[in-house]
C-alpha cells in the first residue's frame, strides 16, 4: 500500500486545532473580510464559536466504548450592555448632577447581593421572611450590693476571713478599683486577689455605710449562725468503765536512778541485748521503751538517762508509768540523781522498787545502801518498811528471776486494766527524724488499740498512722495498751509529752489542727510588750556583752529539750548564749547559710553533717562541732564563751625613779635621775608623779647610762630618762615604771 502524503495540516493533533487563535496562511480570507471583523468588535457582535472537533481516528481494536459524561448546563452569561447604551450612560451623567451616584460592582457580586428576588421566588405564593432588625447587646448588670438590715436599720455584710478585696466590693455593690485607691489611704497596696486585714475592713465599711460581721448569721434571724466545734475525744475514766469491757493490760516499768549505776546493762540483761555496747561513753542519753514476755504476759520497760541533764526525761518516764524501780549501784550508793528521780517518782505518785545493782563487786556494800535509803524515808521490807529492796547484778544475771517475778507480782496486786475498744490514746515518749521515714515518735498506749489507718491529732500536729513497729523492729498491724511502739505518719515533729488522740475522720483532725496552730500563732503575736526604764538599762547593758551564738542540732526531740536546757543556765554576766535554731535531724546546707550569715557556730550532738553541707562550710569558714557525750559538750560551749571575752589588762608596777636634775640636751630636756627601787625598763610605759599627781603617761624615748643608750638601769643606779613627748621635768619629780600584764577573763 503506497503511503499518503502528509500535509502540516493533518499532521497537527485536534487538540492543537482547537487552541489555534489565528488561521493558517493558507485559508486566509480577503480584506473585505478583515474590515468587516473590525466592525464587528466596535459593535460588540458576539464572536462565533467553533463546535468540538471530532476525532476521526479509530479506537484501537478491543478497546471498549466510553461514553463521555453529560456537561451540565451552564447559566447563561448576561448579554453586555451595546456601544449605544453605554454612550446613553455616559451623557446622564453631564445632564442630571442631582442625581444620585451609584457606585457600580462587579457582576459577580452584583449577582449575589440582587435585591429583588429570582423570578421564580416571585411567583412563590409563600410570603417573604420579615427583616429582623439588628438589636445591640444589654448593658452590663449594676452590681447590686448584699446586705441585711439590723434591728437598728443599719446595713450589715458578712463575710468570713480572709477578706478578699474583689470579696469585699461585690458585697458593697462597689468596683473593686475604688476599694484599692481607698486602701492606699491605710496605707495599704493590695490588688482585687489579695486579702487584708479584718480592721481596714471594718473601717472601708464603716465609710460606706455598711457594718462587716465576720460570722455569717442565718436568714431573717438576728442570732449569729454557730458551727459545730470540733474538740478531741475525752480520755476515759477506767474506775468509770464496765468491769466486762475492761481487760488486764501489760504494766510499764521504769528504770530510774544515776549515770552510770547499770540501769541499761540490767534492762539489756532482761531482754538477752546489748543496748549499752550502742551507747557513746557508755552512757544512756535517750529515752527508750522495751517489751519482754515472762510467764506469757507482756511487760513494758522504759529506760531513762541519768545524767543531770535529763532531768526531764526523767520526769516524763515517771508520769506515764505505773511502778518504778529504782536503779542503785551496791558499790556507790545514793547519788544526786538518785535522789532526783525518786522525788520524779514521788511527784507521779507511782509504787516504788529498788534494785541494788554490782552486788557481785568486791566494794559492794548492801548495808550502806539500806542505811541510807531508811534515812531518806525508804525503809525496806526486811527492815519493817514497805519497799521491796532486790539484790542483782546485771553482769552475772544474780536476782534476775527474782526481780521478773517481784515486778510481775506487783503488777497483779495493782490490777492494771483498760478497754481494748476505746478511743485509742498514747503518750509520745521520744521523737526523732529517720531518714526515708519522716518524723517518728515512740509511744506507749495508753487505752484502745492503735491500728494502722488510724487518723489521728497530737498536740498542735495532724497524722495518720502509716505503719506501726515494735521494739524489735517488726513491722505490725496493731498495738494493744499498755505496750510501746514506733509510729510513722505525722505531718511535722512531734512534742515529747504531747498525746496522741485518734479521732472519727481526717477532715476534723485536720482542722481541728489548724484551729490550735492558728491560736499558737495569734499568742506569739499578741505579747504585749511594755518598756520600762529597767528594761531599758538591761537591753543597753545586753547590747555590751559578748554573745556566743549557736545553731543547734540533735539526733532526738529529747535531747534538743535537754541540751538547750543545760546551753541556756549557763550563768554568765559577761557573755551570752544566743540559740538561733533548734532542731532534730542532720546538719543540712541550710543550717550552715544561717550560721554564715549571723556568724554563729554550729553544735551537733549524735548527729552527722551532710556531704553538701561540709563543702559549704568550709567555703563559709563557719565552724561545725560534732559531740556525743552531753558533758563534754557543755565544757567546750563555756569554754568558747570565756573565749569571746576580751583579757583583763592589769598594771605591775615594777620600779620608781626620782629626779635630781634637769639636762638640757638639743633635743628638748632629759631628767638625770636616780633608781630609788626595783628597775627602768625600757621597753616598759612610765608615768610621772608629781606632788603625788600624774602629769604624765607615756612610753620611754631614750634611757642612757652616761652616754650609753641601755634597756634597763636597776635599784641605786643613775641615768638620763626622756619620755616621749615630755619635757617639763622639775626636780624630785618621781618615775614610775610600770608593765601591763594581761589576764584571761572567766564566766
Known amino acids: 500500500m503506497s503511503s499518503k502524503p502528509s500535509s502540516a495540516k493533518k499532521s497537527k493533533s485536534p487538540t492543537d486545532e482547537v487552541g489555534e487563535v489565528t488561521l493558517p496562511a493558507d485559508s486566509a480570507k480577503p480584506k473585505k473580510e478583515v474590515k468587516g471583523k473590525v466592525l464587528s468588535l466596535i459593535e460588540e457582535k458576539k464572536p462565533r464559536t467553533r463546535g468540538p472537533v471530532k476525532d476521526h481516528q479509530l479506537p484501537p481494536l478491543g478497546a471498549k466504548k466510553v461514553v463521555a459524561p453529560v456537561p451540565e448546563p451552564q447559566p447563561a452569561a448576561p448579554a453586555k450592555p451595546t456601544l449605544d447604551e453605554r454612550k446613553a450612560a455616559a451623557l446622564n451623567l453631564f445632564e442630571d448632577d442631582d442625581k444620585p451616584k451609584v457606585r457600580r460592582r462587579p457582576a459577580a457580586d452584583s449577582a449575589q447581593q440582587n435585591a429583588l428576588p429570582p423570578i421564580s421566588l416571585l411567583n412563590d405564593p409563600t410570603p417573604p421572611k420579615p427583616i429582623v432588625p439588628i438589636v445591640h447587646a444589654p448593658p452590663a448588670d449594676v452590681v447590686v450590693p448584699e446586705f441585711e438590715l439590723g434591728e437598728s436599720g443599719e446595713k450589715i455584710i458578712h463575710l468570713k476571713p480572709p477578706i478578699v478585696v474583689k470579696d469585699l466590693a461585690d458585697k458593697m455593690g462597689l468596683k473593686p478599683f475604688k476599694i484599692i485607691s481607698e486602701l492606699i489611704a491605710f496605707k495599704v497596696f493590695a490588688s482585687a486577689d489579695k486579702a487584708i486585714d479584718i480592721e481596714i475592713a471594718e473601717k472601708i465599711c464603716e465609710k460606706h455605710g455598711f457594718k462587716l460581721e465576720r460570722?455569717?448569721?442565718?436568714?431573717?434571724?438576728?442570732?449569729?449562725?454557730?458551727?459545730?466545734?470540733?474538740?478531741?475525744?475525752?480520755?476515759?475514766?477506767?474506775?468509770?468503765?464496765?468491769?466486762?469491757?475492761?481487760?488486764?493490760?501489760?504494766?510499764?516499768?521504769?528504770?530510774?536512778?544515776?549515770?552510770?549505776?547499770?540501769?541499761?546493762?540490767?534492762?539489756?540483761?532482761?531482754?538477752?541485748?546489748?543496748?549499752?555496747?550502742?551507747?557513746?561513753?557508755?552512757?544512756?542519753?535517750?529515752?527508750?521503751?522495751?517489751?519482754?514476755?515472762?510467764?506469757?504476759?507482756?511487760?513494758?520497760?522504759?529506760?531513762?538517762?541519768?545524767?543531770?541533764?535529763?532531768?526531764?526525761?526523767?520526769?516524763?518516764?515517771?508520769?506515764?508509768?505505773?511502778?518504778?524501780?529504782?536503779?542503785?549501784?551496791?558499790?556507790?550508793?545514793?547519788?544526786?540523781?538518785?535522789?532526783?528521780?525518786?522525788?520524779?517518782?514521788?511527784?507521779?505518785?507511782?509504787?516504788?522498787?529498788?534494785?541494788?545493782?554490782?552486788?557481785?563487786?568486791?566494794?559492794?556494800?548492801?548495808?550502806?545502801?539500806?542505811?541510807?535509803?531508811?534515812?531518806?524515808?525508804?525503809?525496806?521490807?526486811?527492815?519493817?518498811?514497805?519497799?521491796?529492796?532486790?539484790?542483782?547484778?546485771?553482769?552475772?544475771?544474780?536476782?534476775?528471776?527474782?526481780?521478773?517475778?517481784?515486778?510481775?507480782?506487783?503488777?497483779?496486786?495493782?490490777?492494771?486494766?483498760?478497754?481494748?475498744?476505746?478511743?485509742?490514746?498514747?503518750?509520745?515518749?521520744?521523737?526523732?527524724?529517720?531518714?526515708?521515714?519522716?518524723?517518728?515518735?515512740?509511744v506507749i498506749i495508753g487505752q484502745g488499740t492503735l491500728r494502722v489507718g488510724q487518723p489521728f491529732i497530737c498536740g498542735p500536729l495532724w497524722g495518720k498512722v502509716k505503719a506501726i513497729i515494735n521494739d524489735r523492729g517488726e513491722s505490725i498491724k496493731e498495738v494493744l495498751p499498755g505496750m510501746p511502739c514506733e509510729v510513722i505518719g505525722f505531718s511535722d515533729m512531734p512534742h515529747v509529752g504531747d498525746e496522741v488522740v485518734v479521732m472519727n475522720n481526717e477532715r476534723d483532725v485536720k482542722k481541728l489542727s489548724e484551729e490550735r496552730l492558728e491560736e499558737i500563732r495569734q499568742k506569739k503575736l499578741n505579747v504585749p510588750r511594755r518598756s520600762t526604764l529597767e528594761h531599758l538599762f538591761a537591753s543597753i547593758e545586753d547590747s555590751n556583752k559578748k554573745v556566743l551564738k549557736v545553731v543547734l542540732k540533735c539526733d532526738v526531740q529529747g535531747s534538743v529539750e535537754a541540751v538547750a536546757k543545760c546551753l541556756t543556765d549557763i550563768q554568765s554576766d559577761k557573755c551570752n548564749l544566743d540559740i538561733l535554731h533548734q532542731e532534730v535531724g542532720a546538719i543540712n546546707e541550710s543550717d550552715v547559710l544561717l550560721a554564715s550569715a549571723s556568724d554563729a557556730i554550729i553544735i551537733g550532738f549524735n548527729v552527722k553533717v551532710e556531704n553538701k553541707a561540709l563543702t559549704v562550710s568550709k567555703r563559709e569558714t563557719v565552724q561545725v562541732k560534732l559531740y556525743s557525750i552531753i558533758y563534754e559538750l557543755i565544757d567546750q560551749v563555756k569554754e568558747a564563751m570565756a573565749g569571746l571575752l576580751d583579757p583583763l589588762t592589769r598594771e605591775k608596777v615594777i620600779g620608781h625613779a626620782r629626779v635630781k636634775q634637769v639636762f638640757k640636751v638639743n633635743k628638748g630636756f632629759v631628767g638625770g635621775s636616780v633608781v630609788t627601787d626595783g628597775v627602768m625598763n625600757r621597753k616598759q610605759r612610765a608615768r610621772v608623779l608629781r606632788d603625788g599627781q600624774a602629769v604624765y603617761d607615756g612610753g620611754f624615748e631614750t634611757l642612757r647610762r652616761f652616754t650609753d643608750e641601755v634597756n634597763e638601769v636597776r635599784n641605786g643606779m643613775e641615768c638620763g630618762i626622756k619620755l616621749s613627748g615630755f619635757s617639763d621635768y622639775e626636780e624630785n619629780d618621781v618615775i614610775e615604771c610600770y608593765e601591763l600584764e594581761k589576764i584571761a577573763q572567766t564566766l
Open 215 to 442: 460570722d455569717k448569721r442565718e436568714k431573717g434571724g438576728g442570732v449569729h449562725k454557730v458551727e459545730e466545734a470540733i474538740v478531741e475525744p475525752v480520755a476515759q475514766v477506767v474506775e468509770e468503765v464496765e468491769e466486762e469491757k475492761l481487760e488486764l493490760r501489760a504494766p510499764i516499768i521504769t528504770f530510774m536512778g544515776h549515770v552510770d549505776h547499770g540501769k541499761t546493762s540490767l534492762l539489756d540483761a532482761l531482754r538477752k541485748t546489748q543496748v549499752t555496747a550502742g551507747e557513746a561513753g557508755g552512757i544512756t542519753q535517750h529515752i527508750g521503751a522495751y517489751c519482754i514476755w515472762h510467764n506469757g504476759k507482756p511487760i513494758t520497760f522504759i529506760d531513762t538517762p541519768g545524767h543531770a541533764a535529763f532531768s526531764a526525761m526523767r520526769a516524763r518516764g515517771a508520769n506515764v508509768t505505773d511502778i518504778v524501780v529504782l536503779v542503785i549501784a551496791a558499790d556507790d550508793g545514793i547519788m544526786p540523781q538518785t535522789k532526783e528521780a525518786l522525788s520524779h517518782a514521788k511527784a507521779a505518785g507511782v509504787q516504788l522498787m529498788v534494785a541494788l545493782n554490782k552486788c557481785d563487786l568486791p566494794g559492794a556494800n548492801i548495808l550502806r545502801v539500806k542505811s541510807q535509803l531508811q534515812d531518806i524515808g525508804l525503809a525496806p521490807v526486811d527492815w519493817g518498811g514497805e519497799i521491796e529492796v532486790m539484790e542483782v547484778s546485771a553482769k552475772t544475771g544474780l536476782g534476775l528471776d527474782n526481780l521478773l517475778e517481784t515486778m510481775s507480782l506487783q503488777a497483779e496486786v495493782l490490777e492494771l486494766k483498760a478497754d481494748p475498744k476505746a478511743s485509742p490514746r498514747a503518750t509520745v515518749i521520744e521523737s526523732s527524724m529517720v531518714a526515708g521515714r519522716g518524723p517518728v515518735a515512740t
